[in-house]
């Protein structure tokens, strides 16, 4: 693999800004004037260098982009609040990746293509502390974005226009949304027009025990690659609990949902989707086993098109479409925290996991994968983030290392 060495002043970025369901009302303005000269600004900047490697390829990827995102947030106005956010990811040297809209096919993929375009731009009505509605192009992060989610690992993230509604009464919370277009990470010519119903209803029994049912009815309705085979309707339920015994914390979680074709998708199949995962915190180190099914019949699998993918199944993303013959990953990993801190240092968080992957149809092996990433929060608006992925494939699924090194600011 090419040296790391890299000018790391260069690189400058943020963590984006994720919306809570029902966020608390901002300060009231006597008048809409003074609601939008009385609000605050958004400013995320992320500069990223990317490196990657691949077995079946001629040349290596490198690329260095700096994301910005720049916006607007009102103060509150009778209940009504407004945001305008524009995102723009620039080239710091030359393009030798494949965007995925380049047709620089001889490098491997760092899908970040240069582009300007209209981030977000809503308006939120929050009449009380039960009820928000959201209208306009928004984020949509549910759960923990296994389904739904921005894909802000990218640097251009996914967003929706659609409209929402959040309610909270008592230990019930619910979010329903209607979708009419997902503007994807691959820039707008590849962006998906959707008819899609998207809903979940969330009941925490216990202090430490929540059920969620989900339902996700994915219709797209234009040409593009993969958007007729990715309408489908998902039901599924999640259970999440957690307890503490002496001095460890422990979660447990279980997923399961079945998927069928849905609207324009005119083929016939289901599919099963199944996750078990076990988390123990114990002073400043955590420990996790996780495991996940995703069924397929040789010609039909579980999608999960609107998911932020990159969290799950490996960060060297090379499942990003589920295999037809379906994928079962084990994982395990153990995060450890920095005891100290220094004025330069507020935090250090290390992460190690391990992956071992194969076909849930006939169980052939695909692979397994090392995961390792440091992150270092320099203060409370900017983090350093240095990480690699290292994935030994097999036949028909080549090998392939990734390498990150990114700065990220956020006001």
């Known amino acids: 693999m090419k040296s790391y060495t890299i000018a790391v002043a260069s690189l400058f970025g943020a963590t984006a800004l994720s919306t809570?369901?029902?966020?608390?009302?901002?300060?009231?303005?006597?008048d809409p004037v003074?609601?939008?000269l009385n609000g605050k600004p958004i400013l995320d900047l992320r500069g990223r260098w990317e490196e990657v490697e691949q077995t079946n390829l001629s040349r290596d990827a490198e690329a260095y982009t700096l994301r910005t995102q720049l916006g607007w947030r009102t103060a509150s106005y009778d209940g009504f609040t407004g945001l305008v956010e524009i995102s723009n990811v620039s080239r710091l040297a030359a393009e030798h990746y494949n965007t995925t809209v380049n047709g620089k096919t001889q490098y491997p993929t760092v899908a970040d293509p240069a582009l300007t375009r209209l981030n977000r731009a809503q308006?939120?009505?929050?009449?009380?502390?039960?009820l928000n509605v959201t209208l306009g192009r928004q984020r949509i992060l549910l759960d923990d974005q296994r389904f739904v989610g921005d894909v802000n690992w990218r640097q251009n993230e996914q967003t929706f226009d659609a409209g929402r509604i959040d309610?909270?009464?008592?230990?019930?919370s619910a979010t329903y949304a209607y979708i009419g277009h997902v503007d994807r990470v691959f820039g707008d010519t590849q962006s998906w027009n959707a008819r899609s119903h998207i809903a979940n209803l969330s009941f925490k029994a216990t202090p430490g025990l929540t059920v969620t049912a989900?339902?996700?009815?994915?219709?797209f309705r234009n040409h593009l690659a993969g958007a007729k085979a990715a309408s489908t309707e998902t039901r599924g339920i999640k259970a999440a609990v957690g307890a503490t015994v002496e001095s460890w914390k422990l979660t447990y979680a279980g997923t399961f949902a079945r998927q069928s074709p849905y609207g324009v998708n005119s083929t016939h199949f289901g599919a099963a989707y199944s996750e078990l995962d076990a988390a123990a915190n114990y002073g400043l180190a955590t420990f996790k086993l996780e495991g996940e099914s995703l069924s397929g019949d040789g010609v039909h699998a579980f999608a999960t098109p609107l998911a932020t993918l990159h969290g799950f199944l490996g960060w060297d993303?090379?499942?990003?479409?589920?295999?037809a013959k379906g994928l079962k990953e084990v994982s395990e990993a153990v995060t450890l925290?920095?005891?100290?801190?220094?004025?330069?240092?507020?935090?250090?968080e290390a992460t190690v996991r391990h992956l071992d992957f194969e076909t849930e149809r006939g169980r052939s092996n695909l692979g397994d994968e090392w995961d390792m990433q440091n992150l270092a929060k320099l203060t409370p608006n900017l983090a350093l983030l240095v990480k690699y992925a290292d994935y030994k494939g097999v036949v028909g699924s080549p090998s392939r290392r990734k390498f990150w090194l990114?700065?990220?600011?956020i006001y």
């Open 317 to 323: 993303d090379v499942f990003l479409t589920t295999p």
């Open 123 to 130: 308006l939120d009505w929050t009449p009380g502390k039960f």
């Open 337 to 348: 925290r920095s005891p100290w801190k220094r004025p330069w240092l507020l935090s250090d």
């Open 214 to 219: 989900f339902y996700y009815g994915l219709e």
């Open 167 to 172: 309610s909270v009464l008592g230990p019930w």
């Open 406 to 409: 990114s700065l990220e600011y």
């Open 20 to 30: 809570s369901a029902l966020a608390s009302p901002a300060p009231t303005s006597p």
């Open 34 to 36: 003074a609601a939008v």
